[in-house]
C-alpha cells in the first residue's frame, strides 16, 4: 500500500504565498518523477510543475516564476512554493508521484487526495 498525504493548501489574498507539501509512504521501491496539477471548477485537471528524480524540472507557462517545484529525496516528499498568487490559480492542487512498489515492483502514478487554493480578496 501507498498512500500520499498533502498539505497546505488555504486561503489567500493576491499576491500572498502558500506552500504545499505531499508526503509519501508505505510499500515504497523507489519514486520517480513527482508533480503538481490543479482543477479548477468546470474545467479539466491540468499539470502545474513536474520534477524528475534527476531534479529536472518543467512548468507551466501561467506559473513559470512564480511557483517553484522541489523534492526531498530522503524524505519522500514534494514541495511547490507558490509566489505571486492570482485569482486564476484558485483550484484544487493534486500531487502525483510515480512510484514504484516493494511489495510487486509494479510502477504506477499515485494521486493525493488533493487541497483547496483559494485567492480571494
Known amino acids: 500500500q501507498v498512500q500520499l498525504v498533502e498539505s497546505g493548501g488555504g486561503l489567500v489574498q493576491p499576491g500572498g504565498s502558500l506552500r504545499l507539501s505531499c508526503a509519501a509512504s508505505?510499500?515504497?521501491?523507489?519514486?520517480?518523477?513527482m508533480g503538481w496539477y490543479r482543477q479548477a471548477p468546470g474545467k479539466q485537471r491540468e499539470l502545474v510543475a513536474a520534477?524528475?528524480?534527476?531534479?529536472?524540472?518543467n512548468y507551466d507557462d501561467s506559473v513559470k516564476g512564480r511557483f517553484t517545484i522541489s523534492r526531498d529525496n530522503a524524505k519522500n516528499t514534494v514541495n511547490l512554493q507558490m509566489n505571486s498568487l492570482k485569482p486564476e490559480d484558485t483550484a484544487v492542487y493534486y500531487c502525483n508521484v510515480e512510484i514504484q512498489s516493494s511489495q510487486t515492483m509494479a510502477i504506477r502514478h499515485y494521486w493525493g487526495q488533493g487541497t483547496q487554493v483559494t485567492v480571494s480578496s
Open positions: 508505505g510499500s515504497i521501491f523507489s519514486i520517480y518523477a
Open positions: 520534477i524528475t528524480n534527476g531534479g529536472s524540472t
